[in-house]
């Protein structure tokens, strides 16, 4: 993510220019697969996003988890409606790894950006958690080299934005706080951040056919740049500090996985929702998400 510009026409432009990316990273958590899962899963989801509540833009998703964790996707998504106006992008992405014993290990990445100013895209190839390959698009010109500098120990022990959010869960491991309260490391070819999760709810989802029914765990998300963006003023930092910034994590039927259901943004202009309209698995029992014990006054 890049930093919040915080000036009249500025704001809107930024906040439109996330719609992409967001949907993006949001669709690609769930491009992993638990180990112990008994056969293959494929998942189809049409997400769309508002802000302040106007329709932006919308997505999909496919992806497909084998028994052995390897894992695949594939993600588009477009801006759509009115916000077309002010800008009129395309995003498309890919991911593919292997995910054993809970741990996620990325093999390939690639994102493209097209509609702004200049084409952005990103293709990253891992060894382990390092990345071991980069190739991106020309940098913006202007200010890009006040950005803080992208070390080598900024491409090591972490995992790339479609990668994220997986929650690839134990075997028996029951289902609670713990699918959030971790921090998540991340690298998208330009910016090192971290994602540090809280657990904030259980909440009960009831949609219509087609789409997902049940259980969610919330999570309240902190965003932290580490290296790769320019510096903060003032206004900025204290913008990003007091961001509204959620994700519900819902789980996919026949693996110990969970993945997001919905995203919350905040942005200038208003609050960015992206969520998944439809969602179609195919695979075994859906995994049951059990509500929370309830405490004695």
């Known amino acids: 993510m890049d930093q919040i510009d915080v000036r009249g026409q500025g704001k809107r432009k930024r906040a439109i220019g996330w719609i ?117 698009s020309d940098p913006p010109t202007g200010d890009f080299d006040t950005r803080v500098p992208i070390l080598p120990r900024h491409k090591r022990s972490v995992v790339d934005p479609l990668a994220a959010f997986v929650v690839a869960l134990g075997r028996n491991e029951k289902v609670g706080p713990n699918v959030c309260n971790r921090t998540i490391k991340v690298f998208d070819g330009r910016v090192r951040y971290d994602l540090r999760l809280v657990y904030g709810a259980t909440t009960e989802i009831k949609g219509t056919e087609g789409s997902y029914s049940g259980n969610a765990i919330i999570c309240a998300v902190a965003y932290r740049p580490i290296a790769g963006y320019r510096p903060l003023t003032a206004e900025q930092a204290k913008f990003e500090r007091n961001i509204e910034f959620s994700i519900w994590f819902i789980p996919v039927a026949g693996t110990d996985v969970m993945l997001p259901y919905k995203v919350v ?29 309830k405490t004695q006054p």
Not at 46 to 53: N, P
Not at 87 to 94: E, I, K, L, P, T
Not at 280 to 288: D, I, N, R
């Open 20 to 136: 992409a990316p967001a949907i993006a990273l949001f669709s690609g958590l769930a491009s992993t697969s638990p180990s112990g899962a008994g056969a293959d899963t494929t998942v189809e989801a049409v997400y769309s996003a508002t802000l302040s509540g106007f329709p932006i833009a919308s997505g999909t998703l496919a992806f497909s988890i084998a028994s052995n964790g390897e894992y695949s996707t594939n993600l588009s998504a477009r801006i759509v409606g009115l916000a077309t106006i002010i800008a009129n992008r395309v995003a498309a992405g890919s991911s593919a790894g292997r995910a054993i014993a809970g741990v996620t290990s990325p093999r390939s990445y690639a994102l493209s950006i097209q509609g702004g100013a200049s084409e952005n895209t990103v293709r990253m190839d891992f060894s382990g958690s390092a990345v071991s390959k980069i190739q991106t």
């Open 265 to 293: 943004i905040g942005t200038p202009v208003g609050l960015l929702a992206v969520t998944a309209g439809q969602f179609s698995v195919k695979g075994s029992q859906s995994a049951e998400l059990k509500p929370e014990p």
